[in-house]
Antibody, heavy 122, light 111 residues
Framework: EVQLLESGGDFVQTGESLRLSCTAS????????LSWVRQLPGKGLEWVSA????????YYADSVKGRFTISRDNSKNAVYLLMNSLRVEDTAVYFC???????????????WGQGALVTVSS | QSVLTQPPSVSGSPGQRVTISCTGS?????????VHWYKQVPGRAPKLLIA???FRPSGVPDRFSGSKSDTSASLAIAGLQAEDEAEYYC???????????FGGGTKVTVL
């Protein structure tokens, strides 16, 4: 059974940093893309970032480029999202999601974690 | 403002058929990128419903079907049931933005 478990969500002030973690099991972690997708309160889904299976290439939405960094540790079956210079508009539930591709592209998100709530206050 | 446009809501009586549209452009759906559909109930993570325009993952009832044409796609739900009440999202990839894109979501109400 595929499982994705996020952690690290918290309440922070604007300008602060936070690191989210996502640990995975039930699939060949080293062969697949991992992404972060967020959902603002009462709103729809917004893709945030993705990382290829080998960790060599990363991708970001314009709204977070330069502030967020995605990384992965294939020895720990874990993916991370380091969020710097947080803004009020980053307040959201952040989902870790798995795409059954080696290289990031137009694939589907076959499994999702339960989400981690990040609240940024001014 | 989502790159993919969905109607905010659709409704139907039990047993009816409803469809949800997802309209994109030549940089995403029209460029040949696949469309995927998700179902999300309040407080839960999205769940994949349709992958690669028409493929139903294991466990998804055959009441759900997807289609794609030109710059748009559709999700059809036949034989509407109470448990189908949820928010539904389409997703694709945009070649100009170089990232995944989602529709704004459609709330399905069973009357």
């Amino acid at each position: 059974e595929v499982q994705l478990l996020e952690s690290g969500g918290d309440f922070v002030q604007t300008g602060e940093s936070l690191r989210l973690s996502c640990t995975a099991s039930g699939f060949t972690f080293t062969s697949h893309v991992l992404s972060w997708v967020r959902q603002l309160p009462g709103k729809g889904l917004e893709w945030v970032s993705a990382i290829n299976a080998d960790g060599r290439n990363t991708y970001y939405a314009d709204s977070v480029k330069g502030r967020f960094t995605i990384s992965r540790d294939n020895s720990k079956n874990a993916v991370y999202l380091l969020m710097n210079s947080l803004r009020v508009e980053d307040t959201a539930v952040y989902f870790c999601a798995y795409m059954p591709l080696y290289y990031y592209g137009s694939g589907s998100y076959n499994y999702w974690g339960q989400g981690a709530l990040v609240t940024v206050s001014s | 403002q989502s790159v993919l446009t969905q109607p905010p809501s659709v409704s139907g009586s039990p047993g009816q058929r409803v469809t949800i549209s997802c309209t994109g452009s030549n940089s995403n759906i029209g460029a040949g990128y696949d469309v995927h559909w998700y179902k999300q109930v309040p407080g839960r993570a999205p769940k994949l419903l349709i992958a690669g325009n028409t493929f139903r993952p294991s466990g998804v009832p055959d009441r759900f079907s997807g289609s794609k044409s030109d710059t748009s796609a559709s999700l059809a739900i036949a034989g509407l049931q109470a448990e189908d009440e949820a928010e539904y999202y389409c997703q694709s990839y945009d070649g100009n933005l170089r990232g995944s894109i989602f529709g704004g979501g459609t709330k399905v109400t069973v009357l």
